[in-house]
T-cell receptor
Framework: GQNIDQPTEMTATEGAIVQINCTYQ??????LFWYQQHAGEAPTFLSY????GLEEKGRFSSFLSRSKGYSYLLLKELQMKDSASYLC?????????FGAGTTVTVRA | SAVISQKPSRDICQRGTSLTIQCQVD?????MFWYRQQPGQSLTLIAT?????????ESGFVIDKFPISRPNLTFSTLTVSNMSPEDSSIYLC????????????FGPGTRLTVL
């Protein structure tokens, strides 16, 4: 099974940078996903890491260290619309196990 | 990506009744999944819906409570049986798209309230 930990909530100001950390313990690991979920909506795919290193996608970047069981999602140039829950999910075989999510609040 | 629809989008049901949720995808997919998201919590996998065979259930979920059908590669149903208020939750289906990162795309969810 999987044990996935991430902070419950974070607050930042518009234009700033926020880093959401995620640690995982798993018996088998095939990659790590980050999803964004706005209140009342379904999760939407943000990024995927399977190899160590940084994947950059516009304002969002995700990092993975397999040896440390650690990932982070970096949100740059924060906008009000980035206020949402961010879910870290590890994949074992074909199954996703989700962390509890980090609620990010962006303030003006 | 894939376009996924779910019916109903929300429902309010009485204790002891059952509700069947439908999930329709606009393309053929091999892997379909059903998740539950209880208020304020993250997603928990209920089962993998297998086409042509019984669903594969996760620990804590059983077929009698959550029967699943998968008659073809674009459609699946999840039934929440003999409901109690503890079943109040959002139920989401997802599909895995092969050829990319094998990421999962989620339907809009069904918000269920059991009185």
């Amino acid at each position: 099974g999987q044990n996935i930990d991430q902070p419950t909530e974070m607050t930042a100001t518009e234009g700033a940078i926020v880093q959401i950390n995620c640690t995982y313990q798993t018996s088998g690991f095939n990659g790590l996903f980050w999803y964004q979920q706005h209140a009342g909506e379904a999760p939407t795919f943000l990024s995927y890491n399977v190899l160590d290193g940084l994947e950059e996608k516009g304002r969002f970047s995700s990092f993975l260290s397999r040896s440390k069981g650690y990932s982070y999602l970096l949100l740059k140039e924060l906008q009000m619309k980035d206020s949402a829950s961010y879910l870290c999910a590890a994949i074992e075989d074909y199954k996703l196990s989700f962390g509890a999510g980090t609620t990010v609040t962006v303030r003006a | 990506s894939a376009v996924i629809s779910q019916k109903p989008s929300r429902d309010i049901c009485q204790r002891g009744t059952s509700l069947t949720i439908q999930c329709q995808v606009d393309s053929q997919v091999t892997m379909m999944f059903w998740y539950r998201q209880q208020p304020g919590q993250s997603l928990t996998l209920i089962a993998t819906a297998n086409q042509g065979s019984e669903a594969t259930y996760e620990s804590g979920f059983v077929i009698d409570k959550f029967p699943i059908s998968r008659p073809n590669l674009t459609f699946s149903t999840l039934t929440v049986s003999n409901m109690s208020p503890e079943d109040s939750s959002i139920y989401l289906c997802s599909v895995e798209i092969t050829g990319g990162y094998n990421e999962q795309f989620f339907g809009p969810g069904t918000r269920l309230t059991v009185l």
